[in-house]
């Protein structure tokens, strides 16, 4: 663009209309002049995505306007849309899109997919993918609901918007927030909001997947399902949440079972009902296969009639700090167990004396809910002074007991050791 140069124009490049009574010539409007005038003008509203039209003589305000809000002007506006697909109305509004313009959206909801998007201007403007960093995919949550006031600013390489300002998903919450009760003899557990980190489903991939619990979620113990309790007796049931495909769900399984607990791997489960009976099953509302899946609590329960629920829990424990540690148990009496989180199970004690030639039968303080795979056996010292050292040996061995033999020697009592699962 320039100042009139054409023929006729005065000092400083300005216009005059002449003077006829001193032989000053009017300045000379050429093409030259006009075509600069023109294309400058319509190039920059055409650049705001404004179509010249003839006989609108407000485009050049609106495009202004439009520049203005662009580039000097805050644009907020409160999101519509959904969480995933968010939309935003400015005045005026927005027709083009340029590069480094940002917008600031109050989030009415969290975004529960890594490739949410937006809009300024719905119907005029295609929605783009909204991304963070170096053009790295959301993690769910990283628009954190309600209130939350995002940045996005227009990447024109990338044709995205980078969110400028991600909610802190890195980290999972400390302790999960989970609540148990009883109603109609039945159990209800509940995963109440939250953010919980999967392993992948393929195990030789480490990457890890962040997923946001937006709403509670809920599994129902339906009466008759004991889940391998038995009547009068306490149960630590483990609520677990999977990730199937994307979508949490919950599940549970009774401590007892002796599966491992400790997330490195895949589970599958079996849908839940009144049949589910067996301690060593992973129950959920839908059977589901080769899941990742995070412990996000237990709740221990004791119940009169096993699977008639109408006792509320004892205890209620979202998992978080050492509580994966209380899912091994223990008892540390003379006649004691350790379960381990791998679900291995360690017991001992001493039975009663076993007079020469004769078998007892030891009771093992708790059930192995699989196998008992070893037992050894020592006697301990003869009840009688002096008497003749016994030789103890084990038969019979089962998941809740075992046989004691003493071939030969006097009376005593044996120390016994046991390992399963």
Not at 5 to 32: K, Q, S, W, Y
Not at 345 to 372: E, L, R
Request: glycine share 8%; net charge neutral.
């Amino acid at each position: 663009m320039h100042r009139i140069d054409a023929a006729g124009f005065a000092p400083g490049n300005l216009f005059t209309d002449g003077n006829p009574a001193t032989g000053t010539p009017a300045t000379v409007v050429d093409a030259v002049w006009l075509n600069d005038i023109q294309e400058n003008l319509i190039r920059f509203i055409e650049n705001l995505g404004v179509t010249p039209v003839s006989g609108n003589f407000d485009q050049l305000i609106e495009a202004i306007s439009t520049r203005a809000i662009q580039r000097n002007a805050p644009a907020v506006a409160v999101a519509g849309g959904t969480a995933n697909a968010l939309t935003a109305s400015f005045t005026p509004a927005v027709a083009t899109l340029t590069a480094g313009m940002t917008f600031t959206v109050r989030a009415t909801a969290a975004n529960t997919v890594t490739t949410p998007t937006f809009t300024p201007n719905s119907g005029v403007i295609p929605a783009k993918t909204i991304v963070k960093a170096n053009n790295q995919a959301l993690n769910a949550g990283d628009i954190a609901g309600a209130g939350h006031w995002i940045a996005l600013t227009y990447d024109l390489t990338l044709d995205r918007w980078v969110l400028e300002n991600p909610a802190a998903t890195g980290a999972s919450a400390q302790i999960q927030p989970i609540t148990a009760s009883v109603a109609a003899n039945a159990l209800t557990l509940t995963l109440n909001p939250t953010r919980l980190d999967f392993r992948n489903a393929t195990l030789t991939n480490g990457a890890v997947s962040s997923r946001t619990v937006a709403t509670a979620l809920s599994l129902t113990v339906p009466q008759g399902a004991t889940l391998g309790a038995t009547n009068g007796q306490p149960a630590r049931l483990v609520l677990l949440a999977i990730d199937n495909a994307g979508t949490v769900e919950l599940a549970v399984v009774n401590i007892a079972g002796g599966n491992a607990l400790d997330e490195s791997g895949v589970i599958s489960t079996t849908a839940i009902s009144a049949a589910a009976t067996a301690a060593n099953v992973f129950y959920s509302t839908t059977g589901r296969t080769n899941v990742p899946y995070r412990v996000v609590g237990f709740i221990d329960s004791t119940q009169a009639t096993a699977g008639t629920y109408a006792s509320a829990p004892t205890l209620v424990q979202g998992a978080g700090g050492l509580v994966l540690s209380a899912l091994a148990g223990a008892s540390l009496s003379a006649n004691g167990y350790q379960r381990l989180p791998s679900g291995l199970i360690v017991q001992w004690g001493t039975s009663a004396a076993v007079a020469a030639d004769a078998t007892v039968t030891v009771t093992f303080p708790i059930a192995f809910p699989t196998a008992c795979h070893s037992v050894v056996a020592n006697a301990v010292s003869p009840v009688t002074s002096g008497a003749v050292w016994p030789t103890f040996n084990v038969n019979n061995k089962t998941t809740t007991n075992f046989q004691l033999i003493n071939d030969g020697g006097n009376t005593a009592p044996g120390n016994w050791i046991a390992i399963g699962n």
